[in-house]
């Protein structure tokens, strides 16, 4: 079954404590994609990758780490969480040719910050 | 700014009622454009795209949308609502200026009352 899977996919940590939520797809996709939902703000980026070894920064990267070394796995790095992260996050992959471009999500984590 | 508006936080509609979400967008270039559902405690699901060709285009469970290019508007339709259809939908788009960078807007509610 194609598919995107997260992990963890809840989490309550403290201030400061490194942590890391792995997110794997398995269709080959070459973009991948963080983003956090907070209410009222919709779903903003934090960072994507095009291919392995590409990444770049969306628009609230401020506190995450990514790294792309094989094209199925992209986790998102959190060095020293604060309560302002608290959220829920999403992985998401695309395939980025021809008429394609719809992401496919992943279920979710929801990360609690005190 | 590059950006997407949804304009209502909420609607609400009938069952069995036409139903109509709005998305407008201000980017640059021609955008790729995009629908999405998101149901209680689940990911978001892909639901229809505009990539080229007709404006008029057919998602999953009946839903439509209809690209205006000189409105700038994108918005989502179904001519007769479902209680199930009840969930946030957001409306996204990428510029095609080679960034990649997925816009999402803030997302609209929507209620179908039996």
């Known amino acids: 079954e194609a598919q995107v899977t997260q992990n963890p996919r809840y989490l309550i940590t403290v201030t400061g404590k490194k942590l890391t939520v792995t997110c794997s797809q398995n269709m080959n996709h070459e973009y991948m994609s963080w983003y956090r939902q907070d209410p009222g703000l919709g779903l903003r980026q934090i960072y994507y990758?095009?291919?392995?070894?590409?990444?770049d920064k969306g628009d609230v990267p401020e506190g995450y780490k990514v790294s792309r070394k094989e094209k199925r796995n992209f986790p998102l790095i959190l060095e020293s969480p604060s309560p302002n992260q608290t959220s829920l996050y999403f992985c998401?992959?695309?395939?980025?040719?021809?008429?394609?471009?719809?992401?496919?999500f992943g279920p979710g984590t929801r990360l609690t910050v005190t | 700014a590059q950006s997407v508006a949804q304009p209502e936080d909420q609607v609400n509609v009938a069952e069995g009622n036409p139903l109509t979400v709005k998305c407008t967008y201000s980017v640059s270039g021609n955008p790729y454009l995009f629908w999405y559902v998101q149901y209680p405690n689940r990911g978001l699901q892909f639901l229809l795209k505009y990539i080229t060709g007709d404006n008029l285009v057919k998602g999953s469970y009946g839903f439509e949308a209809e690209f205006n290019k000189s409105q700038t508007s994108f918005h989502l339709k179904k001519p007769s609502a479902l209680v199930s259809d009840s969930a946030l939908y957001f409306c996204?788009?990428?510029?095609?200026?080679?960034?990649?960078?997925?816009?999402f807007g803030t997302g609209t509610r929507l209620k179908v009352l039996a």
């Open positions: 990758s095009m291919n392995v070894e590409v990444t």
């Open positions: 998401a992959s695309t395939l980025t040719s021809g008429t394609h471009y719809e992401q496919y």
């Open positions: 996204a788009v990428i510029p095609t200026s080679g960034t990649y960078k997925y816009i």
